[in-house]
């Protein structure tokens, strides 16, 4: 049974740091694309990131600055996605997905496992 559990979310100041996890089960990671998305207040759900074989693809150009960073643990099935210098439009519910697919995909349309996701809200 395909099963992702998030952790990590909470309230945190801006400009801190969050680090969520994605724990896996029912299917090794590592052989099939895995996304982190959120949600906002108001807003539809967004592809941040997804990373299939060691294989990143980055929908946001927080990757490019440095401020959004993907790792995993492959030993252990998790993937997580570190965030810093938060700011309040961070605030949103953070899911992690997969389809069992080997293609990563920035369309939600696309996965149809999903974790309950945790929430991050930034504020001072």
């Known amino acids: 049974q395909v099963q992702l559990v998030e952790s990590g979310g909470g309230l945190v100041q801006p400009g801190g740091s969050l680090r969520l996890s994605c724990a896996a089960s029912?299917?090794?990671?590592?052989?099939?694309?895995t996304a982190w998305f959120r949600r906002a207040p108001g807003k539809e759900r967004e592809g941040l990131s997804c990373i299939k074989s060691g294989i990143l693809s980055t929908y946001s150009t927080d990757f490019a600055t440095g401020r959004f960073t993907i790792s995993r643990d492959n030993a252990k099935n998790l993937l997580f996605l570190q965030i810093n210098s938060l700011k309040p439009e961070d605030t949103a519910v953070y899911y992690c997905?997969?389809?069992?697919?080997?293609?990563?995909?920035?369309?939600?349309?696309?996965?149809?496992?999903w974790g309950q996701g945790t929430q991050v809200t930034v504020s001072s």
């Open positions: 029912g299917f090794t990671l590592d052989n099939y694309a």
């Open positions: 997905a997969t389809d069992l697919r080997p293609r990563c995909s920035r369309y939600e349309r696309e996965y149809h496992f």
